[in-house]
């Protein structure tokens, strides 16, 4: 069916952008808010908006059946969940299902599948897709444990099973440090996953974090190249770009290749993206994780392939096949995406919640800026600290970086602390504009570069 009227299961940068590619296709939007969300530019730009409970996102946008009872009442044909909260929830997508709405996102069974990393891993094995030297299941004990690191020695990352996001991960040097970590490990992931399941991977040093951009609907799926986000702090993805700038074209054809193999395995449906390790000594890759969501970092792949992706989410969860071949998928120039985030560089990256007093946004060829802000906005304590995403494409790396360099300089964010001065710092490393990075990159520069510490804090805060 045609989806003409669609729930937005979010908030923030994504709420917008989710309205506006629905607004583009003429499907009317309800968007459901929190108390503390009443102010945010997505209440303002939908057609309707429902208050759904207090600030807390367990009585809010983690609350799965408020969510569907607003959609009811809404009358809405689908509900479109975004990224985080409920997006890679399983029992969440098959409640909207059962409530005659259509979930925009793979089947409840594909989520908790690719959602759960171990069976992730056996789904990826089955494809003949390489995977990580680690353990085949779930660790059920030290014993077990021990077994594998005979095999794959130190360093050792202790992975939650139903983990995600860069949560749920420790890493440990040697058995002392390991013996000490997995009951913390098992606590930490029982407590925020509501599974104490652990896996083990052995750790890649000085490996780079590329993806796979894929979509499918359910009996075909294409790939729209990747994308590389090593830059990482507490893992946690700081800056992504597309392509990946050293990665050689035979290792991107099997690395594609690859990515789509597994989502066929399981008949994918939606967009989603295929998370590798890339070790640029060996050029071998593995696997680590899939994302059965849109990805924050999706505009780059929108900018180098010059296609909408959250429109296409809309057609094919309405039943329309992919709209394009293969083949028809062409890349051109580079693009780079930075998280703004409200965070304050001089005291740690510590959230920092404020009132937007003052806000400029660049303009200009190959500029856009993703954001939920505007002038007089207050940003609550609440949730994630992400304000916007300043994207920038040029036809080369270097003319991105130059343009990315003008645009932060151009983006002016007055009321609360954010990340500019980190990107552009980052933008005019020499490292960073050699793209000679890994996953531990940004922390090591942050621990020894004087641009974010002591006295200079005050000149870049």
Request: with cysteine.
């Amino acid at each position: 069916m045609t989806i003409r009227s669609v729930l937005i299961a979010n908030r923030g940068e994504i709420a917008v952008r989710i309205i506006r590619a629905a607004q583009a296709l003429g499907i009317r939007t309800v968007q459901v808010y929190s108390a503390a969300d009443a102010d945010m530019l997505a209440v303002r730009l939908a057609d309707e908006a429902i208050n759904i409970g207090s600030p807390a996102p367990k009585k809010s946008y983690l609350n799965g059946a408020a969510i569907v009872a607003a959609a009811r009442a809404a009358g809405v044909d689908a509900v479109h969940p975004g990224y985080g909260f409920l997006s890679e929830n399983g029992d969440f997508a098959d409640a909207v299902e059962a409530a005659g709405m259509i979930f925009i996102g793979p089947s409840g069974d594909a989520i908790r599948l690719l959602g759960d990393k171990v069976q992730a891993r056996a789904v990826a094995a089955r494809a003949g897709v390489p995977t990580v030297p680690g353990s085949d299941g779930r660790i059920e004990d030290l014993a077990a444990a021990r077994a594998v690191i005979a095999r794959t020695g130190f360093p050792v990352m202790i992975k939650a099973a139903a983990g995600g996001g860069g949560r749920g991960i420790r890493i440990a040097h040697s058995e002392a440090e390991f013996e000490q970590q997995f009951p913390l490990a098992t606590a930490e992931a029982l407590a925020a996953f509501g599974d104490g399941g652990l896996y083990l991977e052995k750790v890649v040093t000085r490996a780079r974090h590329v993806e796979v951009q894929i979509f499918g609907d359910g009996d075909r799926v294409v790939h729209f190249f990747e994308r590389e986000c090593s830059l990482q702090r507490r893992r946690q993805k700081v800056w992504e770009e597309a392509p990946a700038a050293r990665l050689p074209e035979a290792v991107r054809t099997r690395l594609c290749a690859s990515a789509v193999a597994l989502a066929e395995t399981v008949q994918y449906r939606g967009a989603g993206t295929v998370e590798f390790l890339y070790d640029e000594t060996t050029q071998d890759f593995y696997f680590i994780e899939v994302n059965t969501r849109i990805q924050v970092e999706h505009p780059v792949t929108e900018m180098i392939t010059g296609f909408d992706l959250m429109q296409e989410m809309f057609r094919v969860a309405g039943g329309a096949p992919l709209s394009l071949r293969q083949d028809q998928i062409v890349r051109r120039g580079h693009a780079i995406e930075c998280r703004i985030n409200a965070e304050d560089p001089s005291r740690d990256f510590m959230p920092a919640p404020g009132t937007v007093t003052r806000l400029r946004v660049p303009e200009g060829e190959g500029i856009r800026f993703d954001t939920m802000l505007y002038e007089g906005y207050t940003v609550p304590p609440f949730y994630d600290s992400l304000l916007g995403k300043l994207i920038v494409w040029a036809e080369t790396r270097e003319a991105c970086l130059d343009t990315l360099t003008t645009a932060l300089q151009g983006l002016v964010i007055d009321g609360v602390p954010t990340t500019i001065p980190l990107h552009l710092a980052l933008a005019g490393n020499a490292a960073v504009r050699a793209s000679d990075v890994h996953t531990r990159f940004l922390e090591t520069w942050l621990e020894t570069d004087a641009i974010l510490h002591s006295d200079d804090r005050a000149e870049v805060a």
